[in-house]
């Protein structure tokens, strides 16, 4: 498991090949404003770690595009539709799904593409964020269509752009043990997460342009994972860099 020395001595391998060691932020499922979504937003203005909010535009409520407006690097990502399942009972949990005529999955979306432009004009990047991390290869291959120019699910990518004109940039750092306690995933274990990302695309074994994610989810943190949090965002190294959400899709 990974340790803060064991970190500390990847970014120093970065640091002696001269190299910046590039980390991004996405948290999901953002609706309203609550206070666990205050926490993050001051853990994004304290320490100036910009954050990419992935929104489910079929829920959104009116307080998170008034709130928004206050903040200065926040980004906004589409979750999805409506964050629904319609994946049979024996399935994983899918909205992209491949159930469904891809016609209807891809109306859906472009009618959530069109309420986020509308509610967050320039901050709304296009950018897919698929609930669950699971899109259908249709559904894929259709988003530059209506818009959506990359999308973002987890593990390190196969390919840079796995379709033409969508460029494809996952996280790698889940700080939430979604099928165990759902708390805390472990500062080891998360750390450890970053540490095998970076390490890989440092030596080749990983695409070395993508940009290292970390992934929340606001609304189920407790006070282990926001003490990470803070302790994450708060250690500084010559070779960390945490990006701005615009350049971590730059449209090629």
Known sequence: MGTWDDLRAELD?????DRHATMWWRDDDAVSVTSQLEEIL???????????????PGLLENDLPERLVETVDTRILQHGWRHESHSPADRKKQELDDVRPVESVLA?????????TTRFASRFLPVMVPPWN???????????????????TFGARKASHPASGLLQVNTHIDVIDWRGTRGF??????LNAMIVHLQGRRTGAYDEGETTGLLTHHLVHDAATTAFLHDLFSFEHPALQWQAIPRVFPWQ
């Open 108 to 116: 859906e979306l472009k009618t959530g593409f069109d309420i986020l």
């Open 42 to 56: 001051s853990c994004e203005r304290s320490y100036h770690v910009p954050l990419a909010l992935a929104v489910i």
């Open 134 to 152: 699971r899109i259908a290869p249709a559904v894929m291959q259709g988003l530059p269509e209506i818009g959506i120019r990359a999308f973002s």
């Open 185 to 190: 995933a472990g500062e080891d274990f998360c």
């Open 13 to 17: 391998c970065w640091a002696q090949a």
